[in-house]
């Protein structure tokens, strides 16, 4: 059983790394972002309860992100584990994750931090509201969104720190460089 955790500020390129990896390793991407988005344009009860934080960037609570994960970690196309993008974003799913993969009879392995600096992080969400039309890629929720990051998600870089899993990765290369240095922190761990 093999669990990685890819943490980065929006717009690092957890997603599109997530997806690299999904098929170079062979284990299923779950990203709460895609799971929301896929309540949301199926209009689920899930789907409109997240819309109205999504909409602000502020995070979808806690419980309801857990259960969430939970029941796609139970999934039977995640016996070998899974690379987990955007999750966990708080202490608490930190916590519950943890609980979660011990029950698994596993753990978290790695933890790649995806690093590239603010600026160029706001740009390239920028580009990427233009060229998706994402609800939640215009300007304001943007900046609320680095701010939730900050003050809600940072946090987690220390405690994987002390834990002896993180492990930094330059976000501002190419995506096949970027992809290429994930791989070799992977295979190392
Ligand atoms: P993302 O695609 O990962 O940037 O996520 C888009 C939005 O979905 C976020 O701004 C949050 O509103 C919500 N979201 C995604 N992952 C989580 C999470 N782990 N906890 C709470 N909300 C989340």
Redesign the pocket.
């Known amino acids: 059983m093999k669990y990685i955790v890819l943490m980065g500020a929006?717009g690092a390129g957890?997603?599109t790394q997530a997806k690299l990896l999904q098929q170079r390793l062979g284990l299923p991407q779950v990203?709460?972002?895609?799971?929301?988005?896929y309540n949301l344009s199926n209009q689920t009860e899930l789907g409109q309860l997240?819309r109205s934080?999504?909409?602000?960037?502020?995070?979808?609570?806690?419980d309801?992100?857990i259960a969430m994960?939970r029941e796609r970690l139970s999934q039977p196309d995640c016996v070998r584990g899974a690379i987990l993008?955007?999750?966990?974003?708080?202490l608490a799913?930190a916590a519950a994750l943890d609980k979660l993969l011990a029950e698994f009879g596993g753990h978290i392995n790695l933890v790649p931090y995806i690093h590239v600096e603010e600026s160029i992080l706001v740009e390239r969400l920028v580009r990427r509201a233009l060229i998706e039309g994402?609800t939640?890629d215009n300007e304001a929720?943007i900046q609320n969104?680095m701010r939730?990051y900050l003050t809600q998600t940072a946090p987690l870089l220390t405690l994987y720190q002390e834990r002896g899993l993180l492990v930094q990765i330059d976000g501002d290369q190419s995506i096949e460089t970027v992809h290429e240095a994930l791989c070799q922190a992977i295979a190392a761990a």
């Open positions: 929006p957890k997603g990203s709460t972002g895609d799971l929301f988005r997240a934080f999504m909409d602000k960037g502020e995070l979808v609570p806690d309801v992100t994960v993008d955007g999750f966990p974003r708080t799913q994402r939640d929720t969104r939730v």
